[in-house]
Nanobody, 125 residues
């Protein structure tokens, strides 16, 4: 099994930046693709960003493209999400996800076998 632990969430003001981290433990050799999803109150969980093993391929939701950067450090089994110019609509619980599969369905929640517990990000106006 793979365990994922997110950190870095918090309360910030609009326009601020935040970096989320997610560290994997356990059978980490199984991990290929990693991603970030978020769920706002009353809404379904949605894709935010995804990255492949080599970091050559990255994917973003239109809502965060240009404001966010996903990266990973395979030696540390950690994936990051740098978010800039935060908006109140970015308020959500952010979840880290991982899977051994390929990037073909990186945007699909069902493509990921392993999930973290989530970290709250709140952006005040």
């Amino acid at each position: 099994q793979v365990q994922l632990a997110e950190s870095g969430g918090g309360l910030v003001q609009a326009g601020d930046s935040l970096r989320l981290s997610c560290t994997a433990s356990g059978r980490t050799f199984r991990i290929n693709v990693m991603g970030w999803f978020r769920q706002a109150p009353g809404k379904e969980r949605e894709f935010v960003a995804g990255i492949g093993w080599s970091s050559r391929s990255t994917y973003y939701a239109d809502s965060v493209k240009g404001r966010s950067t996903i990266s990973r450090d395979n030696a540390e089994n950690t994936v990051y999400l740098q978010m800039n110019s935060l908006k109140p609509e970015d308020t959500a619980v952010y979840y880290c996800a991982a899977d051994s599969g390929g990037l073909a369905s990186v945007r699909r929640e069902a493509s990921y076998a392993f999930w973290g517990q989530g970290t709250q990000v709140t952006v005040s106006a």
